[in-house]
Each structure stands twice: as C-alpha cells, then as structure tokens.
Nanobody, 122 residues
Framework: QVQLVESGGGLVQAGGSLRLSCAAS????????MGWFRQAPGKGREFVAR????????YYSDSVKGRFTISRDNAKATVYLQMNSLKPEDTAVYYC???????????????WGQGTQVTVSS
C-alpha cells in the first residue's frame, strides 16, 4: 500500500500562485509515476500533470501547460505542483495520485490522496 498526503491548498486571487505538496509513504518503490488530478463542483475528475520517479519525465494537460510545473524530490518521496497565473476556473479539489503504470486517465491511478481545496477568486 501507498499513502499520499497533500498539503498547500488555499484561497488565492486570480493571477496569484500556490504550491501543492504530496508526501508519499509505504511501498513507494512500487510506483512508477505520480500525478495530480482535480475535480471542480459538478464535474468529473480531470488529469492535470504527471511525473515519473525515474528520469522526471513530465506531461501536462493543455489547460495548465505553461502555468503549472510538477516536480519531485525522490529523497523525500514528495511531489510538488507549482501553480502560477491562477484563474478562477482552476478552482477545484486537487488530488495527488500514484501508480505503477503511466498515468494518463483516472482509471490508471492505483492510489489517491484525500484531496486539498484550491479556490481562486476573481
């Protein structure tokens, strides 16, 4: 089992920045990729970004490309999501995800964090 704990959410004005953290514990060596998803009220869970533990290969959704940056610290088993130029439409609960597979969609995810709220005011 892998446990994921997110932190760093909050309320920010449009144009501002936030950094989310996701600390992984347990059988982290069984995972290949880490990622972030988000879910706005009344909508499905949406892929945001992913990164591989080995090599640090990244991939972003078009909606956040150029504004968000995913990174990892292997020694701390922690993944970060730096969010800049935030927009009101970025408002959602953000979930950390881990998998032994390459994360493309939510069905690829084996482990989920509890979620952290990000609210962007206009």
């Amino acid at each position: 089992q892998v446990q994921l704990v997110e932190s760093g959410g909050g309320l920010v004005q449009a144009g501002g920045s936030l950094r989310l953290s996701c600390a992984a514990s347990g059988r982290t060596l069984s995972t290949k990729t880490m990622g972030w998803f988000r879910q706005a009220p009344g909508k499905g869970r949406e892929f945001v970004a992913r990164i591989t533990w080995s090599g640090g290969s990244t991939y972003y959704s078009d909606s956040v490309k150029g504004r968000f940056t995913i990174s990892r610290d292997n020694a701390k088993a922690t993944v970060y999501l730096q969010m800049n130029s935030l927009k009101p439409e970025d408002t959602a609960v953000y979930y950390c995800a881990a998998s032994a597979r390459m994360i493309v969609v939510s069905s690829d995810v084996q482990y989920w964090g509890q979620g952290t709220q990000v609210t962007v005011s206009s």
